[in-house]
């Protein structure tokens, strides 16, 4: 993966100004930090930003994304550069493998079943051994992309309810809840779930891959990168999961990070800082990767995921998505 820079988290609103080839950022309470461009791989935004056509200009330049996310953390739009990876040689073949019934099939089967492993190795392997069997049967009888995704929802319904077992219970799901999030755990799964989605999409743009192009989410889908939803499941266990389950075991997670209603939870500015920052450190661990035998981070396995779609496409590799060995 590129060396050369790193992701910078807004979670104030604020300004991004040029300064010849630097970026000023000037928060509402007048402080102001200045950011070497060269320094900058990508920017995710929790809070309101304004941009001028300077800064556009140079986040272009520079190849630099601006991904933003909503209050309660749904992925919103990108601000993104020209596509400067992206191969016509790669996008052409990655169009006839996901309009290949067979490759496609292969590719979303693989998806679902790495997802529901990596569901089962956070949650409890034993609970959901029954689940995870059923879920087996029916991708092998699946035929089509809907059936496979009818198949990961009753998996992952089944995963919810073991989860909530875990949980105390001011944070457990009571079932799936977004736009906005029921509660507090739904709140938090949100959150993390955009976070690890706007990172893949950098991932993926760092590679010579279309990110609308995808064989288990719609490639009609309009205002999502289709590829990006499909490989950001086989992460978001490794990441929301475990974390509400860390964060909760150690009670480090409390009710005052959170800004409930009757109706609906969302992340209080304090939560979102400790959100942002446990994130960022994790994105940050490493492990040592068993092919290549050297320490990887989290953040470069969404890259080296990427990579493998793309040898699927171009060389007719068999997808062998991440599933978590630790």
Known sequence: MPEAARTYWLTTACRIRRKDSTLAIERDDGTRVHLPVTDVRDIIATAPVDLNTSVITLFNQYGIGVHLLSYYG?????????????SGQ????????????????????????????????VVDRTALRRPLTVLED??????????????EGNFRRSAWSVLDTKLPDWL????????PPANAGNAFVSYVNGIIYARTLTAIRLTPLHSGIAFLHSSLERHRH?????????????????LLLRLASRGQLTPEHFNATVSN?????????????????????TVTHRTLKRPVAYDELLYLEALKITRTCLEGQLYKPFRIWW
């Open 90 to 121: 790669t996008v052409l073949a990655q169009a006839k493998a996901a309009s290949t019934t067979e490759i496609a099939i292969t590719t979303a089967a693989a998806l679902v079943r790495a997802t529901a492993f990596n569901v089962a190795r």
């Open 265 to 285: 939870s969302m992340l209080s500015e304090p939560g979102r800082r400790f959100v942002i920052q446990t994130v960022r450190d994790e994105l940050a661990t």
């Open 172 to 179: 457990r799901l009571d079932g799936r809840s977004r736009r």
């Open 226 to 242: 289709s590829l990006a939803l499909d490989l950001a499941e086989v992460f978001r266990p490794l990441f929301a999961e475990r």
């Open 138 to 151: 029916a991708v092998e009888l699946a035929g089509s992309t809907a059936q496979l995704m009818a198949a």
């Open 74 to 86: 749904d992925y919103t739009g990108s601000v993104l550069p020209a596509d400067a990876h992206t």
